[in-house]
């Protein structure tokens, strides 16, 4: 099921992929049991992997859109009010 179990993962990010893998195996075997348990027509299989597709995209949409929205806040909250009446960058500066 596992491999490379023997070796040590030092780093943060190398334990996380390893857990998310061992994790993704095992819901694959979940699911696949569950399905073989369950008589289900093909045709609703599709449409419930469809919508639990649907699900995973409109969330991960809302989370981004809410990281945004916490991101300009931030910056709002950071400066306020910009210096000056307009804000306008100068693209060339003037030769004297």
Do not use: C, E
Not at 34 to 41: A, H, N, S
Not at 56 to 82: C, E, N, Q, W, Y
């Amino acid at each position: 099921m596992t491999r490379n179990t023997n070796q040590r993962r030092r780093s943060f990010t190398a334990r996380l992929t390893h857990i998310m893998q061992i994790q993704t195996q095992y819901g694959r075997l979940w699911l696949s049991s569950r399905f073989r348990r369950i008589k289900v027509p093909a045709s609703l299989k599709v449409i419930a992997f469809a919508i639990l597709t649907l699900m995973v995209l409109a969330i991960t949409g809302t989370m981004l859109l809410v990281l945004d929205l916490i991101s300009l806040i931030s910056g709002l909250l950071k400066r306020p009010f910009r210096r000056g009446n307009v804000y306008r960058r100068q693209l060339m500066r003037k030769p004297v």
